[in-house]
């Protein structure tokens, strides 16, 4: 069983900075598509980024130019930088893999706590 385990997040004032990391159990080259998701209070969860194993990556239009998605194959680790960060980040990121064939992300880590204050 795949376990994905988030950590970084924390408590930030807007227009800091932080990296969260999703480390893996198993050698991330087995998944084809590899992404963070988030979920606000009273929201629904939404995507945030994803990125491929040609490392091809799409962003919400809330986080363009602002978030970079990454991943290192080498430490089996997910990474999203997120600088310039507003209030309306705030939520539980989730990291999430999807392995080739899959039509979904199959794999979910169990979130990790963005606050970020006004």
């Known amino acids: 069983q795949v376990q994905l385990v988030e950590s970084g997040g924390g408590l930030v004032q807007a227009g800091g900075s932080l990296r969260l990391s999703c480390a893996a159990s198993?050698?991330?080259?087995?998944?084809?598509?590899m992404g963070w998701y988030r979920q606000a209070p009273g929201k629904q969860r939404e995507l945030v980024a994803t990125i491929g194993s040609r490392t091809s990556t799409n962003y919400a239009d809330s986080v363009k130019g602002r978030f970079t998605i990454s991943r290192d194959n080498a430490k089996n680790t997910l990474y999203l930088e997120m600088n310039s960060l507003k209030y309306e980040d705030t939520g539980v990121y989730y990291c999430?893999?999807?392995?080739?064939?899959?039509?979904?992300?199959?794999?979910w880590g169990q979130g990790t706590q963005v606050t970020v204050s006004s």
């Open positions: 999430a893999a999807k392995r080739w064939g899959d039509p979904v992300f199959g794999s």
């Open positions: 198993v050698s991330i080259i087995n998944f084809v598509t």
